[in-house]
């Protein structure tokens, strides 16, 4: 026999025994010794691409079980490893195709988290039937497990379906979901008061949706927000010293006020979003974080304060508008949308878990924390579905003080 064969055989049933042993790094180290003496063995592949993926060595692990599916495509647990690696890179049509093949060769039984996978990557694909399915597959599998009664609820809420998606909730939270989030997706499916979003909830959405922001936003959703907020601004020629951006995402706003502005700062919860907009060259500093210790954190006044389509997330306005006045200049202009509430209700949290506010909440607040009203008009913020979701553009300038 071979001499090099006989030595990889000996290291891949040494990898095996680390493997069995729990012992992962010695294990993924003996089965790169073994395919160093025999390459493109599928069984070492396997198992090595698998002990990656346990060791949570996803970029290392996914080429690796590329080729160990290529080469031997009937190995079921290397395509369900394959499919989670994918995942966790994002690669949706990837681990869907994988984890498909790796259920679908009825090798072994296929627990509940691999269900769970393939509903989450359907579900980011917007195949919303075939992502119901998979999670309806965990559940009868574990029905404790708390992140596919999450996912499904999300889904259904996302369909209308909302006295589902509550149930999906409360079963959520019965098996020890995120306390502060799932109450808020509650809310939101039942029509309930709840003044602010966890801040988590903010954070993650947006950090997920950094990557290509701005064109979806503009071109899929038409939005226009910071378009029609800042045209009367632009429109009166008017410069500004320093202006704050709450919320600024990838840059939007500065983009469209840096000729008229001296020096901008920006604030905003996505460390992702925050990266883009401190690589723009739009702004002096941007910081990440809340909007009102930002807010409440200014020593010195300012006369332009901007907040595109970002009370949404915010919900009660009480602690903004009066941190907003107390750093604001006299003469200043503090601009901002909001979504419309139904008609009768001031401030309502929504099945798409964004706020809206009623034109005579902001006049109410306004006249509380000192300012005047001297632009408040309603027009289109973006589309949904391709209809237009109506909004209000506000301009506030601090009353003067006696």
Known sequence: MDTSLEQARTLFF?????????????AADAYRQALAMAPGRPSVLANLGITLSRLGQVAEALPVLRQATAADPTHADAWLAQGVCAEAQGLWEEAVHALQQGTGLGQAAVGAPVWLSLGHCHGRLGRVAEALHALQRALALDPALAEAWSQRGSLLREQGQLREAAHCFEQALAHGADEALHRFYLASVRGEAVPHPPAAYVQTLFDDYAEGFQSHLVQALRYQAHEVLLAPLQ????????????GCGTGLCAQRMQGQVARIDGVDLSPAMVAQARSSGLYRHVQEGDLLPFLMGQTAPVDLIVAADVFIYVGALDEVLAAARHCMAAGGVFAFSLEQAPAGQDLVLQPSLRYAHSSAYIERLAAVHGWQ?????????????QRPVMGWYVHLTPVASH
């Open 14 to 26: 040494r990898g095996n025994d680390h493997f069995e042993a729990g012992r992962l790094n010695e």
């Open 235 to 246: 429109a009166s020629g008017r410069r500004f010293e320093h202006m704050l951006d709450l």
């Open 373 to 385: 009203v001297a632009r408040l008009e309603a027009a289109a913020i973006r589309e949904d579905q």
